[in-house]
């Protein structure tokens, strides 16, 4: 079955410091990929998306995430963490045009001062 | 800013009564999904349309949940008879599908209904 793995529910990192958030996913093929970020009483908000093409992709805030095809990986990545980066964080998959996207069950993200 | 938009914003409401939210989509687009999300949890996937017609329901729309969409623009997700268990915050998402589409989905700010 399709499923989206997110293994860290939760993940307190110090501002300043990087961050690395795991999302593994289960797939015949190459799906396609995105993160999207939920901060507290905001919307959903897509972070990146990976379709196809260079696996490393940048997306909003400083974000960037990497396609690894040999480990169903797509971690999202930031080299500097802000305060304003505490939020619930989701990875996503379409596999493969599919109208109905498969989510994980999140990452949530605190950022000590 | 011609984001998706949601009304209302939170809902209170007593048990047993009925509710009806809105959704106006990004204009362009063409298919439209209400999502169910409880805290601690990710979005859950209730209904889906491409223009007027309602293509998917989820298992976890019981009958008393009914969605409309009757012009292929705006959408409007109903609960009868609301029960405490409904208390959630209601997504609705729109993405433009169709060909090589990615179906990029474009939240609103979700409309949070708590039952008493």
């Known amino acids: 079955a399709q499923s989206v793995t997110q293994p860290d529910i939760h993940i307190t990192v110090s501002e300043g410091a990087s961050l690395e958030l795991r999302c593994n996913y289960s797939y015949g093929a190459t799906p396609y990929l995105f993160w999207y970020v939920q901060s507290p009483g905001q919307g959903l908000q897509l972070l990146l998306k990976?379709?196809?093409?260079d696996t490393l992709v940048q997306g909003i805030k400083g974000f960037e995430a990497e396609f690894k095809r040999s480990q169903s990986s797509f971690n999202l990545r930031k080299p500097s963490v802000h305060w304003s980066d505490a939020a619930e964080y989701f990875c996503?998959?379409?596999?493969?045009?599919?109208?109905?996207?498969?989510w994980g069950l999140g990452t949530s993200l605190a950022v000590n001062p | 800013d011609t984001g998706v938009s949601q009304d209302p914003r939170h809902k209170i409401t007593k048990r047993g009564q009925n509710v009806t939210f809105r959704c106006d989509p990004i204009?362009?687009?063409?298919?439209l999904y209400w999502y169910r999300q409880t805290l601690g949890q990710g979005p859950e996937f209730l209904t889906y349309f491409q223009n007027e017609a309602q293509l998917e329901k989820s298992r976890l729309l019981s009958d008393r949940f009914s969605a409309e969409r009757p012009k292929g623009s705006f959408s409007t997700l109903e609960i009868q008879r609301t029960e405490q268990g409904d208390s959630a915050m209601y997504l609705c998402a729109s993405s433009f599908g169709g060909g090589y589409s990615y179906n990029e989905q474009f939240f609103g700010p979700g409309t949070r209904l708590t039952v008493l």
């Open positions: 990976y379709f196809s093409g």
């Open positions: 996503v998959v379409n596999p493969g045009n599919n109208r109905k996207l498969i």
């Open positions: 204009s362009e687009h063409n298919r």
